[in-house]
């Protein structure tokens, strides 16, 4: 028992001693040091853990393609936004944003854009904005082919009627009742199509066809024919989050709100396709490629004028296979830089004159013809204000030329034998009436003289036989 109670057992040992768990004093009830720094580890991990799997369970942000069509409806522009819906599949973007801004355009093209969105395998979003833009014309098929619909405040949609070309008439003024009838019957059967397979307003759309109907972006709303109206592209998106659209018979709900814009640009073939396809590039084009032309004619040899006038006249042709050009137009132009070639060598003013007049005739008639393939809320043309100055300065520049030219014609002639007459040179030898050699014009010449001349006597050149040249001294 004295063992006992002197604590020489174990168990005395253990009753006496606070024993430590994880830095926890169990006698005292207080934290050691080594148990705070425990602790914090664990508190610390758990933390990180927590965030790691908030991170895990939180999905990254939705990427969405984005592309402008912006100006008409052309070879090149349905050729970059078929390509936009294509490289938006293959991306496995969550969709395709397209922001609308055009005042229609080429029927067939419409077409290329509107088959493409139509089965597209990404939904396809049409946002016509920002506020002043339109969805004119050919713009109205693009926007009801879309998967959703919105519009900017202060944006219209409608006058999809077809017109004459460019001209701005009734097809039937033009083109006889049968031929309007025809074309009208063809459009609204088009429109409708698209608007009942994307569930909107059809009688709108066969109204925006025949009576050239056109609303702002709050009545499309109210009539269905888009389904929001949002200041910005990003608002847009946002308020597309969460809905459900059919895509390829399946139905898809948007993941839209914050996503990311992944800008799509067009090749420089397309680019350039839909820059060259404006009536006033292809009119410049022409009168270029006649300019170079006449350059070429009083300067033969040049060859950078001739080169230019020939890619100039093959874009200009490339140009106006994407435009209703008229042909009797591109006759007259080419007809007017004829005369003034022409006035080139004749100088009299008179044709000159009638080339000039025929160049600004051509420019006016160029983009007024009949032409069924083509929906446009105005008529585009080649302005005066292009018009008038590049005639006058292409007239300018050959008038210039052809002064230039009679300058020129008045001058002695400095090629040949006869260039030789009067110029001044050296004798190599003694020259006499019998011979000897001078050296003129850079050259070693054969040369006979009525008076005998030592070596390095100046002489001129009075007259030429074949290879030998009569000279005399020159006095000083």
């Known amino acids: 028992m004295d063992g006992l ?102 029927l067939e093209s419409t077409r290329d854009i509107v088959r493409a ?3 597209a395998r990404v939904p396809v979003l049409v946002w ?61 059967a088009f429109v409708e199509s698209i608007a ?47 809905r459900s659209v059919t895509v390829a018979d399946s139905p898809v709900t948007l993941r839209t709100a914050n996503a990311w814009l992944v800008e799509l640009e067009p090749s420089f073939s397309q680019r350039a396709l839909h820059a060259l396809a404006q009536p006033a590039v292809v009119y410049i084009l022409f009168l270029l490629a006649g300019l170079g032309f006449a350059v070429e004619f009083t300067h033969p040899g040049l060859f950078v004028p001739g080169l230019t006038g020939v890619v100039c006249l093959v874009l200009a042709l490339l140009a106006s296979s994407a435009l209703p050009v008229r042909a009797g137009a591109i006759v007259l132009l080419l ?12 100088t009299s003013g008179l044709l000159g004159a009638a080339g000039l007049g025929l160049l600004v005739l051509g420019g006016v008639f160029l983009m007024d013809r009949f032409d069924p393939g083509w929906f446009l809320d105005s008529p585009p043309r080649v302005p005066l204000s292009t018009l008038i100055p590049t005639a006058v300065f292409v007239a300018g520049a050959a008038v210039y030329l052809a002064f230039r030219a009679a300058e020129t014609r008045r001058q002695p002639q400095q090629g040949g034998d006869l260039g030789l007459i009067g110029e001044v040179g050296q004798t190599l030898d003694t020259v006499s009436p019998s011979g000897g050699a001078v050296f003129v014009h850079g050259e070693r010449w054969s040369a006979v003289s009525s008076t005998p001349l030592p070596p390095g006597s100046r002489v001129v050149v009075r007259r030429v036989e074949g290879l030998t040249l009569f000279v005399d001294e020159v006095k000083t």
Do not use: Y
């Not at 016509?128 to 339109?134: F, I, K, L, Q």
């Not at 759309?205 to 009576?211: G, K, L, P, Q, T």
């Not at 007809?335 to 004749?346: K, P, Q, S, T």
């Open 335 to 346: 007809l007017g830089v004829a005369l003034l070639v022409a006035e080139l060598f004749v």
């Open 117 to 119: 969105f139509l089965g």
């Open 5 to 106: 109670q002197g604590g020489a057992t174990p168990w005395g040992a253990v009753a006496r001693c606070p024993r430590r768990i994880h830095g926890w004093d169990t006698g005292t009830g207080a934290m050691s040091k080594s148990g705070h720094s425990v602790w914090g580890v664990l508190v610390l991990g758990m933390v990180m853990f927590g965030q790691a799997t908030s991170r895990a369970d939180a999905p990254p942000p939705a990427v969405v393609s984005r592309c402008v069509l912006d100006g008409t409806v052309d070879a090149g522009s349905s050729a970059f936004l078929v390509d936009c819906v294509r490289r938006a599949q293959e991306a496995g973007h969550q969709a395709l944003l397209v922001r609308l801004d055009t005042p229609g355009g080429e």
């Open 128 to 188: 016509v904005g920002p506020s002043g833009a339109r969805a004119g014309s050919a713009g109205v098929f693009i926007t009801l082919a879309s998967h959703l619909a919105g519009m900017a405040p202060g944006t219209n949609i409608g006058a999809a009627h077809p017109v004459s070309g460019l001209s701005g008439q009734d097809p039937e003024q033009t083109g006889g009742k049968e031929m309007a009838r025809k074309i009208e019957n063809d459009a609204v």
């Open 196 to 242: 009942r397979q994307r569930g909107r307003n059809a009688e709108w759309a066969i109204s925006a066809v025949r009576e050239s109907e056109s609303v702002p972006a709050e009545k499309a709303l109210e009539l269905r024919v888009i389904e929001h109206v949002a200041p910005t592209q990003e608002a847009f998106l946002q308020w597309a989050d969460g």
